[in-house]
């Protein structure tokens, strides 16, 4: 999970939003980091969904939309160019690099992640190089996830 602006605290600190807002907004949210990684490539077709905000008990109706996909099927010299682009184009867009870095895995994957503006969403994005011995193409994985919300109408 992302480190962004929802990682516990009371509930009355939350805002009440309507979950199908929160998940259309991170869905566009995706889609315009999509574009600033202007990257030529198939792109996995999942949607925003909704989850529960760790640190909140279990009572409380608090929860946070994630939004996963992935770029794929394209060369790994054009996904790093993607991944460059994406680490210029964040600050001018209004997003605070909050980490530029290694990831903590055994691959140490390149991983940037950043909150927008106000806090109202974080992302976190990492590029993968293809391991043929996993059978693992090369990605460029994105996480966009909203701030938590004391939900109101459906999830």
């Known amino acids: 999970m992302l480190a962004a602006a929802c990682s516990g605290g009371s509930e009355a600190e939350v805002e009440v939003r309507d979950s199908a807002a929160v998940k259309a907004d991170t869905k566009k949210v995706s889609s315009r980091v999509l574009e600033m990684l202007a990257l030529e490539g ?9 989850m529960r905000c760790s640190g909140f008990d279990a009572d409380e109706k608090v929860y946070r939309a994630r939004h996963p996909w992935s770029v ?10 993607a991944f ?6 964040l600050p001018k867009n209004g997003w ?3 980490k530029d870095g290694p990831d903590g895995t055994a691959g140490k994957s390149p991983q940037i992640v950043a909150e927008s503006e106000g806090g109202d969403f974080a992302v976190d994005a990492r590029l993968h ?7 693992a193409p090369a990605l460029l994985t994105v996480t966009v996830e909203s701030a938590c919300y004391k939900g109101s109408g459906t999830s």
């Open 72 to 81: 794929y099927d394209a060369s790994f010299a054009d996904m790093r160019a």
């Open 42 to 50: 198939k792109v996995t077709e999942t949607g925003a969904m909704t």
């Open 129 to 135: 190089e293809e391991n043929r011995a996993q059978n």
């Open 96 to 98: 605070k690099i909050v």
């Open 84 to 89: 460059d682009r994406l680490r210029g184009e």
